[in-house]
């Protein structure tokens, strides 16, 4: 397995300077009443932990819609069956994803970057895998850089990714590696809560799959939670025929479909094509959730396709998420460290199986497949040894946030200047307290007496301890 750090021309718009001012309106996510014949658990994760606004993030309303060439960093992590890109200065994309064998890409990825207003913070981009913290929308990080750095494992290197959540005040960090000779790529996801009160919680991992005349999507479920982005959501039953919504192209509008999957039925998804090649997300338990997301066939979805992707291709996405739907938050206590491991790769299903009528029968033939690819005790194996090396110091560090957005800038300069003095320029936040989970965070000894928690995020890559009340506005721990 080879991990390299390299860069490549794409066709990018500009993606300017974020607004002046705070967020203080109303987030730009369309609020959705849950009611009616949906479980309790989905109608009162839905009234928890919903913001008022994105305080302290500023709108990112300046870029422009003229594309032009420019260089972009890029991690390439490969073996002799896959190759992965990630795009660390853009949110950290997974951006392309290629089975080797079979030929296929198993990503959206089109050649360019073009901004829409579709993201919590207003600039989104479609296309790769993305990972979505905080509320229910495209994340506030999604079109900004992450810290990175190159982790030394025992037996292979490790891209570890990492940023403060200003919204939640949480820091969430991605590690993804490729073993020799594996048929999936593992990324492994841990959220730390330093503080010293309950946050509510929100994830989901979106992957953009091609949309084709023959992608069907599937996941171990009889029905789904379905969303047109009016209204409520209301139990849909996976149909068959021209009625057939788990097929992309027979939707007629946008629509989410939030697969009920039992509790302790092991969580999967697949997006395949007509010759059962496509892409599989497989996660450990804590990552319950699944859902297909369609823009349709109508011409609004149209239009948006053509303006995100205009050399694209079509796509539809994938998702997976800590909770049922998205419209509900998690209660996530004080001083919580949760992780998770997430695998995709190509299920190579059969073209039988793919086309089948019989539903039972397709997801009992597409659980043997998912099995075969990755072994479930595997699966856990893997989170074990993720979860041992999640303290681990980086070896080798390229942090493009460094030259993203004003308040990274004084957060790397405020590093830098310990680094070169052995003391953190003074700053205006309260010294936060300690916190010792596992050891390894950022102690009042580690952090120094001025350090804010932003930069100490930035420097080690985890967090500092909050006190309760310090610099958090309450709509982060009121219920809604």
């Known amino acids: 397995m080879t991990l390299s750090v390299e860069t490549r021309t794409m066709a990018l718009a500009d993606l300017g300077l974020p607004d002046s001012m705070p967020m203080l309106g109303a987030p730009l996510e369309t609020p959705t009443v849950v009611t009616g014949d949906i479980p309790a658990e989905i109608v009162e994760g839905s009234t928890y932990g919903t913001p008022s606004n994105l305080y302290p993030y500023q709108e990112q309303n300046g870029y422009g819609r003229t594309l032009s060439p420019r260089p972009v960093t890029t991690v390439v992590l490969e073996n002799d069956r896959l190759r992965a890109v990630f795009l660390p200065e853009w949110g950290g994309r997974l951006w392309e994803l290629f089975d080797k064998r079979s030929g296929t890409h198993l990503l959206h990825s089109p050649p360019t970057i073009q901004f829409a207003n579709l993201g919590l913070r207003n600039a989104w981009f479609a296309g790769g895998i993305e990972w979505n913290i905080g509320t229910r929308g495209h994340s506030p990080t999604t079109a900004s850089p992450l810290h990175a750095a190159i982790v030394r ?194 299920p190579a299903l059969s073209a039988a199986t793919v086309r089948g009528a019989d539903w039972t029968a397709v997801v009992a033939d597409v659980e043997r497949s998912v099995a075969e690819l990755l072994d479930p005790a595997a699966l856990e194996a893997a989170h074990a040894a993720a979860r041992s090396w999640a303290d ?20 790397a300069d405020a590093t830098a200047s310990a680094g070169s003095t052995g003391q953190a320029p003074r700053s205006r936040r309260t010294p936060s307290p300690p916190y010792n989970s596992r050891g390894s965070t950022c102690s009042r000894a580690a952090l120094g007496s001025t350090e804010n928690p932003a930069s100490c995020a930035a420097r080690t890559g985890r967090p500092s301890a909050r006190r309760a009340g310090t610099g958090r506005s309450p709509r982060c721990i009121a219920r809604s």
């Open 392 to 411: 681990l110091p980086r070896r080798a560090a390229f942090s493009p946030a460094a030259a993203g957005e004003p308040w990274r800038r004084r957060a």
């Open 153 to 346: 494992t025992p037996g292979q290197e490790v891209l570890r990714m990492w940023e403060f959540d200003r919204l939640r005040e949480v820091v969430f960090q991605v590690d993804a590696w490729l073993p020799h000779d594996s048929a999936v790529l593992f990324v492994a996801v841990r959220v730390q809560n330093p503080n010293a009160v309950t946050v509510p919680m929100y994830w989901w991992t979106n992957a953009a799959v091609p949309e084709r005349e023959d992608t069907r999507v599937i996941a171990p479920a009889d029905s789904a939670f379905a969303s047109a982005y009016e209204g409520g959501i209301s139990r849909v039953a996976v149909a068959t025929g021209a009625a057939d919504w788990t097929r992309p192209v027979r939707n007629a509008r946008a629509r989410d479909f939030f697969f009920d999957i039992p509790r302790h039925h092991a969580p999967w998804i697949v997006a395949s094509d007509g010759h059962g090649d496509g892409l599989a997300m497989l996660s450990t338990g804590r990552l319950r959730g699944r859902k297909l997301f369609v823009w349709g066939q109508g011409p609004g979805g149209d239009r948006w396709q053509r303006w995100l992707s205009p050399e694209g291709g079509r796509y539809a996405e994938i998702q997976a998420g800590l909770a049922q739907t998205q419209f509900q938050h998690l209660e996530m206590p004080a001083g919580a460290d949760w992780s998770w491991l997430e695998a995709y790769g190509n």
